[in-house]
C-alpha cells in the first residue's frame, strides 16, 4: 500500500473539502462516492458537493457566525466557498447558490486535480491505511454498521427539506420584493398575512397529515423521533402555539407591505433557488407533511393560491457519531490516529461546518503522513470552537452544533452593541487564525 495515499470516503461538501487539502499538500487522495450507483432517500443529483435541504449558506458579513466561518474557511484555502461565490445567486446579506452549477464546478475542480483519482461504488468496509469517512448523515448499508460497531453505536435526529415553487406560477399582485431591513437588494419574495389569514393558516398547518416515516428513518424500530431544532419543520413549530411562527420562519419584523404601508401580521419568505429565478423556495418551512397536505395547505400562502410545487418537502434520518467519546480535536479517531471524520457524521450541523470539518480532516491527514503533529484551531475560530465542541469529553448529551457566536469565548473588554461586538469577536478570530495559517500552513 502506498503511505501517502488517503481514502476518502464521499463526495460531499467535506469529502471534497477534505480531498482538496490532500492534492494541495501533494498527497494522492482516491475519492470514493457511491452515486450514481446508488442514491441516499435524500440525495437526486449526480454531482458531487450536493446541497440537499437549501441553497442557501447563510450571512456573508463577517459580523455573523456563518460569515466568519465562511472567512476562515477561505484563510485555509477552501474549494468549496469560491465555488459557491462564483455561482452565487441574489439573496440579499446571505451566500446561496444554484444547486447545480455549485455541485457542477466542484465536481469538475475534483476530477480535473491529477492528485484526485475519483472510484464509483458503495464502500461496505473501513479500509484500512489512511482513511478519511465522510460519508454525511445518511450514512448506508453496512458501512454505518461498520461504523457503528467501530464508534459504541450511532446517535440520530431527524432533518427536513423545504418546498420549491415555480416563480412564474406566484400570484405577483399579493406579493412583493424587498429584503428584511433593506439588506441587500430586493432578494426575497413576501407573502404578507394579516391577522385571520394567518389565524386560518395556522389552525390548518398544525392540523395537517404527516407522512409515515420509512423504515429506515425509524431509530431502532420506533415511529418517534427527535427533530433537529435548527432545521424544525414548519407543522412541528405549528403544534408549539399560534405565535410561534410569528417568532420564527414567519416573523415580520424589517419588512413593510407596500400596498398597507405597514407591517404585515406575518409574513413567508421565497427565496431565489436557481440563477435564472425560476425556481424559489419556502424559506424556513422545511417540512414532513404529506405532499397532497403541503399542496393544499401552503396554497393558503398569500400569493401561493395558484403555485406549481416542483419539488414537496421531505424528512429524513440524520446520524451522527457520539464524537465527544471516540474523536480528537483534530477529527481523528482517538482508537485509530490514521482514521478521520469529516461532515454532518461528526455532529457538526450546516453545510459549511460541514465543510469546514473536512478541511480539517484533510489537513490534520496531510500532516501526520509528513511526520507533522496535528492542529486543533484557537478555540477563538469558529472552526476551532466547533471541533472543540465535537470532542469535548465532558459532554454528556451530545447534540449536533452548528456555527454560532455563542461558542466563542468572550471578549476581554464589554461592547455594549451586538454588531459591533461580534464585529470585534470576529477579528479575533481571524486574526488568531492567521497566526496559524503563518506559523504551520504553507499557503
Not at 8 to 16: D, E, H, N, R
Not at 230 to 255: D, Q, S
Not at 277 to 292: D, S
Request: net charge negative.
Amino acid at each position: 500500500m502506498n503511505e501517502k495515499k488517503v481514502i476518502v470516503i464521499g463526495a460531499g461538501l467535506a469529502g471534497c473539502e477534505a480531498a482538496w487539502q490532500l492534492a494541495k499538500a501533494g498527497l494522492n487522495a482516491e475519492l470514493w462516492e457511491m452515486k450514481p450507483e446508488k442514491f441516499t432517500p435524500a440525495h437526486k443529483y449526480k454531482g458531487f458537493a450536493e446541497l440537499v435541504c437549501s441553497n442557501s449558506l447563510k450571512a456573508s458579513r463577517l459580523n455573523s457566525a456563518a460569515g466568519l466561518l465562511k472567512e476562515e474557511m477561505r484563510r485555509l484555502g477552501s474549494l468549496t466557498v469560491p465555488c459557491a461565490e462564483e455561482t452565487a445567486v441574489p439573496a440579499g446579506g446571505a451566500l446561496a447558490v444554484d444547486r447545480e452549477k455549485f455541485s457542477d464546478l466542484v465536481t469538475a475542480k475534483i476530477v480535473s486535480n491529477p492528485h484526485i483519482t475519483v472510484k464509483c461504488g458503495e464502500i461496505l468496509e473501513i479500509p484500512e491505511g489512511n482513511v478519511i469517512i465522510a460519508t454525511g448523515p445518511l450514512t448506508s448499508g453496512a458501512l454505518a454498521e461498520n461504523i457503528e460497531k467501530l464508534c459504541g453505536g450511532y446517535l440520530s435526529f431527524h432533518d427536513a427539506a423545504a418546498p420549491i415553487v415555480t416563480y412564474e406560477s406566484l400570484d405577483k399582485e399579493k406579493i412583493f420584493f424587498a429584503a428584511r431591513y433593506g439588506r441587500g437588494d430586493d432578494d426575497y419574495i413576501n407573502c404578507p398575512f394579516t391577522k385571520e389569514e394567518y389565524t386560518n393558516f395556522w389552525q390548518e398547518l398544525k392540523n395537517a397529515e404527516s407522512a409515515p416515516l420509512h423504515d429506515f428513518d425509524k431509530p431502532n424500530g420506533r415511529d418517534d423521533f427527535t427533530v433537529y431544532e435548527g432545521c424544525m419543520p414548519i407543522e412541528v413549530l405549528a403544534k408549539r402555539g399560534e405565535e410561534t411562527m410569528r417568532y420564527g420562519a414567519m416573523k415580520p419584523v424589517g419588512l413593510s407591505d407596500p400596498v398597507t404601508g405597514k407591517r404585515p401580521y406575518a409574513v413567508v419568505q421565497l427565496r431565489k433557488e436557481n440563477s435564472l429565478g425560476t425556481l424559489y423556495n419556502i424559506v424556513g418551512f422545511q417540512t414532513n407533511l404529506k405532499f397532497g397536505e403541503q399542496k393544499r395547505v401552503f396554497s393558503m400562502i398569500p400569493g401561493l393560491a395558484n403555485a406549481e410545487f416542483v419539488r414537496y418537502g421531505v424528512m429524513h434520518r440524520n446520524s451522527f457519531i457520539n464524537s465527544p467519546k471516540v474523536l480528537n480535536g483534530d477529527f481523528s479517531l482517538r482508537s485509530r490516529p490514521n482514521l478521520f471524520f469529516a461532515g454532518q457524521i461528526t455532529g457538526v450541523e450546516g453545510y459549511m461546518e460541514s465543510a469546514a470539518s473536512g478541511i480539517m480532516a484533510g489537513l490534520n491527514m496531510a500532516r501526520r503522513l509528513s511526520g507533522l503533529e496535528t492542529v486543533v484551531l484557537p478555540r477563538e475560530t469558529m472552526i476551532g470552537a466547533l471541533a472543540r465542541y465535537i470532542s469535548d469529553e465532558t459532554v454528556t448529551d451530545f447534540q449536533p452544533m452548528g456555527a454560532n457566536m455563542g461558542i466563542l469565548p468572550e471578549l476581554d473588554v464589554r461592547i455594549k452593541d451586538k454588531q459591533e461586538r461580534y464585529r470585534a469577536i470576529a477579528e479575533r478570530a481571524v486574526d488568531s487564525l492567521q497566526l496559524i495559517v503563518d506559523s504551520y500552513f504553507d499557503r
